[in-house]
C-alpha cells in the first residue's frame, strides 16, 4: 500500500472513529426520527407522507433529520414550506447521517440505509419500500444477485415492514430471500402515498390551484431505463422527445399532458415547445400531481399498480418492450395487465381519446389490497402510539438458521467440502444460507455460475461492505494479522469483528456458521463474535486456529454432521 493509500486508509479510519463513537457511547434520543428516501436521492413517496403526518403534531414534539443528496435540498425546502413540514435539519453528509442514525430512535426508509449504519438496540426501524413489484429484484434478477446484499440488510433491520397486498409481501420478501427468517412484524396496510388517490377533495383541491377544472388532464410517466451501472438517460430523452412532439400536435384545446422523467433519468426536456405538454409542477409531491388526472400513461413503472386506486383509465405505452426486458424481466407478462397496451403514438392518441373500456375489479383486489385513505395514521398511531391499528403477521420460524462460507469460490478443496455439506445435510429441516463478500474478485467475475451451482432451496445472504475499523480498532487488527497472537484478540477487536456481523445481519440470528474458508482471518474472527456455534471445517492447521481455539476446528464430516444434529 503506497503512501496515498496508507493516507486514505487513515482519513477513514478517523472518520469511523466519529461514527462509532455514536454507536458506542451516545444514547439513543427518544426524540430524533431520521428519513431518507430513495437512498438520498428524492424526497418522496411513503416517506414524505410519514413527515407530512408527523408534521401534525399529533405524535409528540421530535426532531425529524432528513438525509438527502445536496441536490435535492432545495426541493425538500420547498415542501417543508409548501406542506408545513417539521423538519428539524436536511443532511447531506453521509458520515453525519450516521452519526445521527446512532442516535435516532426511530429510522424510516424506502430502499436501503446508510452503509456504515449498525442498527442498535432499542432502534425502531421501520421500511416502507417504495413500490409494488412489475420488474426482477434481488436473486430473481442476475444483474443484481451479486450486491443484494445491500436491500437484505435493511430488510433485516426492519421492525416493522409495510405492504399493500400480500402479492408485495411474497415477492419481496422471496425475490431477497428472507421469506422463511425475516425477524420482524410485517404490517398489512395502505401505502401512505396511495391514500392521495382516494381523496376526491384533494384531487379537486389541487385542479383549482393550477385551473385545470375544465381541462381532461393527462400523466406521462415512464420507468427508469437501463441499468444503474448501464444509464440510458440520453436515449430515452431522444424517444420522449419524438414521441411528445407528436402527441403535442395531436391534442386538443382541453387537454392538456404533464410529463414526468423517472428521478434516474436526469437528462430535461425542454417543454417551452409544446402548446399542451407541460412539465410537473415543481414544489409538490409528485402524487398530489398524479391525483389530479383523468388518465395515466405509463410503461413498467409501479406508478401504475398506486393509480389503480382511483379506478381511472391508465394507458401501457410499451413501444420499447422488447429492448428493456433485454435488461430485466418481469415477474408476470404485460398481457396479464387489463389495461390497453399500444406501441405507436397514433394508437396511443387513440386511446387518450377513448373512455375507459376494461374491468380491472380484479387488479384492484389483488394488488391494492389493503389500501385506505387513512393508511399513514394507522401507521404511525401504531409505531408512535403502540395501538393495534394495523393487519399485521409475524413469520414463524422454526428452523435453524444455518450460515455457510467457503471464500471467493476459487479453492476448489473450500467448494467441494461446502457442496458435500449440501448433498449430506436434510436442507429441508434448515434455512441454509451462503454467505459470500461482494467485492472478491472471483465472485465478481463467476457469481452466475456459482450462483447457478447452488442447489435450489439454498438461500444467499453475501457481505455487501468490507470491515471498517476505527483507528484504535485499526491499529489492533494489523498487529493482529501480522503476529497472530492469542493475546493480541482483544475485547476491542471481538466487538469490531461483532459489529462487522450486525453490520450486514441486523436482528438475524444463526444456530450454525460454518466457514470452509481456513484462509480467510477476516471472516473467521466476525463469524466467531456473532455465533456460539461457530466452526471452521479444515484439515490443515492455520492462524485461524490460534485465534477461534481448537475447539470450533473440525476434520471431519462425521464430527460435522454430529454438530448438526444437535441443533
Partial sequence: ?????????????????????????????????????????????????????????????????????????????EFKKNYNLNIYKIIDSQDKACEILHKAKYVFTDSGIRYKYVKKPGQIFVNTWHGTILKLMGIDNSYERLSMGIIQRSLLFSDYLIFPSDYLRDRLLSSFMLENVYPGKILLEGYPRNSVFLDEGKRDEFKQKFNLENHEI???????????????????????????KEIDENLKDNQI??????????????????????????????????????????????????????????????????????????????????????????????????????????????????????????ICETIFKGKDCCRYEIIENKKPNILLYAGDFSNDASVKSLNSFIENVDCDRYNIFISFCQWMDNIKENNEDIFDSIPQGIGFMPFSYNIMPTVKEKLKYNQLISKGNEKDYTNLLKDFFKRSFDLQYGGLEFDLIISFDAGDLNQA????????????????????????GNDKIITDFDSLMDIIDDI
Fill in 257 to 378: 399532458l404533464f410529463a414526468k422523467l423517472h428521478p434516474y433519468n436526469t437528462q430535461e426536456i425542454d417543454f417551452s415547445k409544446f402548446v399542451h405538454i407541460k412539465a410537473f409542477p415543481n414544489g409538490f409531491e409528485i402524487y398530489d400531481i398524479v391525483n389530479m388526472a383523468d388518465c395515466l400513461i405509463t410503461d413498467y413503472s409501479s406508478v401504475f399498480f398506486d393509480f389503480a386506486n382511483t379506478k381511472r383509465k391508465i394507458i401501457i405505452f410499451n413501444y420499447d418492450e422488447e429492448e428493456y426486458l433485454a435488461d430485466r424481466g418481469f415477474y408476470f407478462p404485460l398481457s396479464e395487465l387489463p389495461f390497453p397496451k399500444v406501441q405507436t403514438v397514433k394508437d396511443l392518441i387513440i386511446e387518450m381519446n377513448a373512455l375507459k373500456d376494461y374491468d380491472d375489479e380484479e387488479f384492484i383486489e389483488k394488488f391494492c389490497q389493503y389500501e385506505r385513505i387513512d393508511a399513514v395514521k394507522y
Fill in 525 to 548: 474472527l466476525i463469524f466467531d463474535n456473532a455465533c456460539d456455534k461457530f466452526y471452521l471445517f479444515s484439515k490443515d492447521s492455520s492462524k485461524v486456529a490460534n485465534l477461534v
Fill in 1 to 77: 500500500m503506497g503512501f496515498k493509500d496508507k493516507f486514505k486508509n487513515l482519513k477513514e479510519c478517523k472518520i469511523n472513529s466519529t461514527i462509532y463513537d455514536a454507536y458506542y457511547n451516545q444514547d439513543i434520543d427518544d426524540k430524533i426520527i431520521y428519513v431518507e428516501s430513495r437512498n438520498g436521492y428524492d424526497f418522496t413517496g411513503n416517506i414524505f407522507r410519514i413527515v407530512e403526518e408527523l408534521s401534525t403534531g399529533s405524535y409528540g414534539d421530535f426532531k425529524i433529520y432528513v438525509f438527502a443528496h445536496s441536490h435535492v435540498k432545495p426541493k425538500i425546502q
Fill in 218 to 244: 393527462f400523466i406521462y410517466m415512464p420507468t427508469f431505463k437501463g441499468l444503474v451501472d448501464n444509464r440510458k438517460d440520453e436515449k430515452q430523452k431522444n424517444d420522449v422527445n419524438r414521441f411528445l
